[in-house]
């Protein structure tokens, strides 16, 4: 870790003795080994939005992905701004995008993203019998529900490897909340912290200029650190 503060900051969980746990550039995977993604949108913004968009465009690249598959929920396709159901209810549509995603690809590995309630719902998803993922990437994973309690039993159920990229700020998932289930978590799991960053990683503008770093920076290292996770995913080494 460098001496100044940094934009983010990695913490592991079981980690493999094969790992110095310094090198966060990402390994290119070899071309029959790149992943499918299958990037699901969070609770209030489809795929098309801006953030999705350009977190498309960055996984793409720093995966080697045959391909990065967004879609949108019923609720929200179409123009449609309906409030989102239960994250339980949106598991069986998300299956099927993931099985027409394998039927296409079904050679590469499979990756499963998320932003928030998508990586919720990407969790869900994971525990079915008949898919098989290599690992999860969660951005912005939603702990705390919306009475304030603290959602661990998918996590705790989970035997899929998982990095979390939260932001230091985010109220919807303490990060203290989120060490102690992972301590508690059977499968391996890696967390990527984007200093100073809110549910979105949004870093203020203050905070930027106390670290000197920028938003572009603190977000590149935590692309970084998710194309190292899934490369060894990949291979087998968690």
């Known amino acids: 870790m460098a001496s100044s503060p940094p934009p983010a ?19 290119p995977l070899p071309e029959r080994s790149s992943p499918v993604v299958v990037f699901a949108h969070g609770a209030g913004a489809p795929s ?24 949108d929920y019923p609720y929200i396709s179409g123009g449609k701004r309906k ?12 299956s099927e995008v993931v099985k027409k995603a394998i039927a296409k690809h079904p050679s590469h590995p499979l990756i499963l993203a998320g932003k928030s309630m998508g990586s919720r719902v990407s969790c869900m998803v994971a525990g079915e019998d008949d898919i098989d993922v290599s690992a999860l990437i969660c ?32 109220a919807l998932c303490p ?20 200093d100073g960053g809110d549910h979105s990683f949004k870093i203020g503008k203050k905070h930027l200029q106390t670290t000197g ?26």
Do not use: C
């Open 9 to 27: 900051k990695r913490s592991r969980k079981n980690q493999p003795k094969e790992d110095d746990g310094d090198t966060l550039a990402p390994i």
């Open 83 to 94: 409030a989102p159901p239960k994250a339980e209810k949106l598991v069986e549509f998300h």
């Open 175 to 194: 990060l203290d909340k989120l060490e102690a289930v992972r301590k508690k978590m059977k499968a391996f799991s890696e967390l990527q912290v984007i």
């Open 139 to 170: 951005l912005g994973y939603p702990l705390k529900g919306m009475n304030g309690s603290i959602r661990d039993e998918l996590l705790l159920q989970l035997k899929v490897p998982v990095i979390f990229v939260q932001g230091s700020k985010d």
């Open 213 to 238: 770093s920028t938003q572009e920076e603190a977000e590149e290292l935590a692309v970084q650190a998710i194309g190292d996770f899934v490369f060894k995913a990949v291979q087998g080494k968690y």
């Open 48 to 71: 098309s939005s801006d953030w999705m968009i350009r977190w498309k465009e960055m996984l793409g690249k720093a995966l080697n992905a045959v391909e990065v598959v967004t879609f």
